[in-house]
């Protein structure tokens, strides 16, 4: 087995989940590159040296560009602030080696592009965290679609709601500055996302965007709080998506319903191993959603347990997203999600941004 040495740039909540996921990633799947924890790094020498010791990295470092730039350091792994996406995959690139990013793709638009721009010039694996869509239940979900179970998709309800933000109360933090930091930056590419996986590409959205907690003790909020659109997508489906901070009650609301002419399908985060099915079929008196509980017979659930019912949790999918990665390199070829399905995240948030300004409906730009 061949070895691979993994630079992750960031320590904290995301940092400490991948570099988890690579340290069990080769046991669970038995990947053909084996990662090594080679070296992390963060804002100081301090925290950085606290990573490496709590996650086993071999070294440390204060210099993110340092790391990219460690021969030993043979694939990247970014999970920094938004803004320093761009700059760090960029520099990636330019020395030969894959990267993968965590969602937002950057801190705009204009990021994304230059970001999938060199990503394509390279020619080297790229992937960005998209990690919710990867439950064995969603996995089974976008299955269904592929197979046509469901007959023609007529209607797509997402949300990715949470309530971390609903008390106004709370004191003003980093999450309430800055437009890549609101809402639409933080919650709604992970939805997003889920459609386009799901239903293919959005044509056009009419949305709103408000805040509804301007200000937070002396601090004025510069960010959104939630928002909401209407969409049309590619395929002639009907949608609605909604992201907030603000939902009261909500701890981890990435929700989607989907409705064919043959059947439809319900999902919540918050119940993750399971996947609602209902079938237009047999006695009407008969009929109703079922739930089908996770178990070996769903995509990637097997390697975490054989026991059907049992559940895979949170870093049970940036586990998943890790062996996409290194099958990536391995293979040389492109995993789903690449840079360019985060770009097409970025097209139809700018579109939505877009559409509050000017109160009509908006295209999506494809290219």
Not at 18 to 25: D, G, K, L
Not at 29 to 36: A, D, G, M, Q, Y
Not at 208 to 218: A, L, S
Not at 304 to 328: M, N
Request: with cysteine; charged share 20%; net charge negative.
């Amino acid at each position: 087995m061949q070895e691979i040495g993994i630079g992750i740039i960031g320590g904290g909540y995301m940092g400490k989940a991948h570099a988890v996921a690579y340290a069990a990633v080769g046991a669970i799947f038995n990947t053909r590159l084996r990662p090594r924890l080679e070296m992390v790094a963060a804002s100081s020498k301090a925290s950085a040296e606290r990573y490496r010791d709590a996650f086993g990295f071999a070294r440390a470092a204060d210099d993110w560009e340092a790391l990219i730039r460690d021969p030993k350091v043979e694939a990247v792994v970014i999970a920094s602030p938004q803004s320093t996406h761009r700059v760090a995959a960029e520099l990636a690139f330019s020395l030969g080696k894959p990267v993968f990013c965590e969602k937002p793709l950057g801190a705009s638009q204009e990021d994304a592009q230059a970001m999938t721009a060199a990503a394509s010039a390279s020619g080297l694996v790229n992937m960005i965290g998209f990690n919710y869509i990867r439950t064995p239940a969603s996995q089974y979900a976008r299955q269904l679609i592929a197979e046509g179970a469901l007959g023609q998709i007529t209607w797509f309800r997402g949300e990715h709601t949470e309530d971390f933000l609903a008390d106004p109360a709370i004191p003003a933090n980093w999450r309430t500055d800055g437009e890549a930091n609101g809402t639409m930056g933080d919650l709604a590419p992970h939805m997003i996302n889920a459609a386009l996986a799901l239903l293919g590409p959005v044509d056009s959205v009419m949305a709103q965007i408000e805040t509804v907690h301007t200000t937070r003790g002396d601090a004025v909020v510069s960010n959104d709080d939630q928002g909401q659109m209407m969409c049309r997508f590619a395929n002639g489906a009907m949608g609605h998506m909604h992201f907030s901070r603000i939902a009261t009650g909500r701890k981890m609301g990435y929700a989607y319903e989907i409705t064919g002419t043959k059947a439809a399908i319900r999902f919540d985060q918050e119940d993750q191993n399971a996947l609602w099915l209902y079938k237009a079929e047999g006695p009407e008196a008969e009929r109703g959603f079922r739930k089908i509980l996770t178990g070996p017979a769903h995509p990637n659930y097997e390697p975490f347990c054989q026991g059907p019912g049992h559940g895979t949790g949170y870093q049970d999918q940036i586990i998943i997203e890790a062996r996409d990665f290194l099958e990536a390199i391995a293979d040389g070829a492109p995993r789903w999600p690449t840079f360019a399905d985060g770009l097409a995240v970025s097209r139809v948030v700018t579109a939505a941004r877009t559409s509050n300004t000017t109160g009509s409906w908006t295209s999506v730009e494809t290219h």
